[in-house]
């Protein structure tokens, strides 16, 4: 029997004198919509054919673990929440599932499958390979399957955008190159060009402005750390780089509804500590506001888009005391004024 879950969401408005500064100094509030396994975090979300699906990770611990299996929610208004599938595969730790819509017009899911030596302690990391699920007509998702990286090696390709056909990804498996990827059938990927970022880049994504622009959000670990948004135009193999003033974690964006501002979920790397947030720039990625969601701790990783005037957001945070799944709705009058 398929759980449903009532959210009770509180809605008020940011105060003016915060919505004026960088910074706002009021946290927008969220509702914990799931929260079954031990630590459930790095969250993704989509519309599709009427619901909205929110894709996250049920594991043991944020990292290692071998026992990592994904779960999807599904809802029609963000205030009813409803069980709708669960993605393992024995021996994998199934992590970051993403979702997206391919061509045909199927749902696929796409995660990270990192694969552990148990025995040792601590848990040592063997290897780690793109998995890829499909739903079909019976609403139903395949068992996880090996993705075809020409790369072959470690292997991780954290997020998919569709554009003209191709699905485009960043693989960064090898911990110090970032590779731009394309698929057409969401299983097998090829190599596009390497990007010029160093200090370790990794989680990435990819958006597609009304021109067919490329617009791809880096995150770095070494160096100075801060985030790198990449530009560049068809067929995609050289980009303009704009090194950024803040550090990005988990990152996902999309643009505003006029096309001139982009919206960032992110971890935010506060002197209190780390927070989830939501930062609104411009097309180069200059900070206009930020947004601070409720939460801290072990946080972030948004799924966002826009529905009925409002941003909705998915992402995890531990700030009650437990690693859980958060959702919320942000009016855009509010965000953007």
Same mark, same amino acid.
């Given at each position: ?174 911990? !110090?190159?970032?590779? %731009? ?5 969401? /299983? #097998?990927?090829?190599? &596009? @060009?390497? +990007? $010029? ?66 919206? !960032?979920?992110?971890? %935010? ?5 780390? /927070? #989830?947030?939501?930062? &609104? @720039?411009? +097309? $180069? ?53």
């Amino acid at each position: 029997m398929k759980q449903l879950i009532a959210l009770a969401l509180v809605s008020f408005l940011i105060p003016r004198s915060a919505a004026q500064t960088t910074t706002s100094e009021a946290v927008w509030p969220a509702t914990e919509i799931s929260s079954y396994a031990h630590h459930n975090a790095f969250t993704d979300l989509l519309e599709y054919k009427g619901y909205v699906y929110c894709s996250f990770r049920e594991g043991s611990r944020h990292v290692p673990g071998s026992n990592g299996v994904g779960r999807i929610l599904r809802t029609k208004d963000g205030n009813i929440w409803e069980d709708f599938a669960t993605l393992h595969k024995e021996g994998i730790d199934l992590r970051d599932q993403k979702l997206s819509v391919m061509p045909d017009g199927r749902m696929l899911c796409l995660m990270g499958g990192s694969v552990y030596d148990t025995t040792k302690k601590p848990s040592k990391l063997l290897g780690m390979y793109p998995q890829v699920s499909f739903m079909g007509r019976d609403m139903k998702f395949t068992t996880p399957e090996k993705a075809v990286v020409e790369n072959a090696g470690n292997n991780w390709i954290w997020r998919l955008t569709w554009y003209k056909g191709a699905g485009y990804g960043i693989d960064y498996g090898n911990g !110090i190159k970032a590779l %731009l990827v394309k698929t057409t059938d969401g /299983k #097998t990927f090829k190599k &596009v @060009t390497e +990007l $010029n970022i160093d200090g370790a880049p990794n989680e990435s994504t990819i958006r597609f402005d009304a021109r067919g622009k490329m617009y791809i959000l880096v995150r770095r670990e070494q160096g100075d750390k801060m985030g790198v948004l990449a530009t560049g135009t068809a067929p995609f193999t050289s980009f303009n780089y704009q090194k950024l003033d803040y550090r990005v974690g988990g990152p996902d964006f999309i643009f505003s509804p006029d096309g001139r501002k982009l919206l !960032i979920g992110t971890r %935010l790397y506060l002197p209190s500590g780390e /927070k #989830t947030g939501i930062r &609104v @720039t411009d +097309l $180069n990625g200059k900070l206009i506001k930020t947004l601070t969601l409720e939460s801290g701790g072990d946080c972030s990783y948004p799924g966002m888009l826009i529905k009925n005037k409002q941003l909705w957001v998915s992402y995890y945070s531990s700030h009650a005391g437990k690693t859980a799944i958060y959702f919320t709705k942000i009016p855009l009058s509010d965000l953007l004024k």
